[in-house]
């Protein structure tokens, strides 16, 4: 048998963590002298109460190497292997975590570390193609071929509605956020080669943002591989989310369109308001 794991930046919901028997292991979120664990004892609305008190972002961090051998040896006593999925290496140094915890093991030859080269639901959509191959019975060498193949052709992207929580953690200068913030300006942060990066911006309220960036993105939509689409939101925005739910209905591309918030070590970085649409590009 083989047991999938990631780290808690996936952002999956509790309804799919339980359908895809996945096991999650969570990062930290320290805001001033306390830590946390994220989606364990901390919720993005303490992070945005928090952050707005103190005018700061909490800072974040892997895993501890505690937590990764607990997790992984209890995983080992029922199971032969395991596949674990960590946020793009480039942002922590979660999957080193899960290497120096499989050497500590002994279990290098068992313990299977994937760098998703991405973030939140974009791991997500990696994470469940390897679950589903494995109530297939697929071999490991099998699935790990499989996900690196789907690594590159993974499409994550956010727009962001306020520029404060990129500048609190040091992403944007304070003149931008304010050039921003006058000009009503919604950037759009994508995942690259395992990097985030500005590629463009919306003006206007947010919602008009939200809807010209979906419909930016229609033709790659419809070529998608249709299995499944995530709308990933940070919060504040579920009309929004319903509104791109029904635009993704009617393009009648995919078999699955997933809800899911993000976690607190993503909605730390984004903020409230932000919102996301995630899926693998057609081949």
């Not at 895809?20 to 990062?27: A, F, G, K, S, T």
């Amino acid at each position: 048998m083989i047991a999938i794991v990631s780290d808690s930046t996936c952002d999956l919901s509790k309804e799919l963590i339980e359908r895809y028997d996945i096991h999650i292991l969570p990062l930290h979120v320290i805001l001033g002298e306390e830590e946390r664990l994220d989606g364990v004892n901390i919720s993005p609305d303490e992070i945005y109460e928090w952050s707005d008190a103190d005018k700061q972002t909490p800072k974040t961090s892997a895993p501890s190497i505690e937590d990764a051998i607990d997790l992984f040896q209890e995983l080992l006593k029922e199971h032969d292997e395991i596949i674990s999925f960590c946020i793009s290496e480039s942002m922590s140094a979660s999957g080193n975590v899960m290497r120096l915890a499989a050497e500590e093991l002994e279990a290098e030859d068992k313990i299977h570390v994937i760098n998703s080269q991405n973030l939140s639901t974009g791991i997500g959509l990696l994470v469940i193609a390897a679950a589903e191959m494995v109530k297939e019975n697929k071999l490991s060498a099998e699935i790990l071929e499989k996900i690196q193949e789907l690594i590159p052709r993974v499409r994550s992207s956010f727009v962001v509605d306020s520029l404060e929580y990129l500048r609190r953690g040091g992403r944007l200068s304070g003149a931008k956020a304010l050039i921003g913030s006058v000009l009503r300006l919604h950037p759009k942060i994508a995942v690259k080669d395992g990097a985030m990066a500005a590629s463009g911006n919306y003006r206007g309220n947010i919602e008009k943002a939200f809807a010209n960036y979906v419909r930016d993105m229609e033709q790659d939509l419809k070529a998608a591989e249709r299995s499944r689409v995530f709308i990933t939101y940070s919060s504040k925005n579920e009309p929004a989310v319903s509104e791109i739910k029904s635009y993704l209905e009617n393009l009648g591309v995919f078999q699955e369109i997933l809800i899911t918030r993000a976690g607190s070590v993503i909605s730390s970085h984004c903020g409230p308001g932000a919102l996301g649409v995630l899926f693998i590009a057609g081949k």
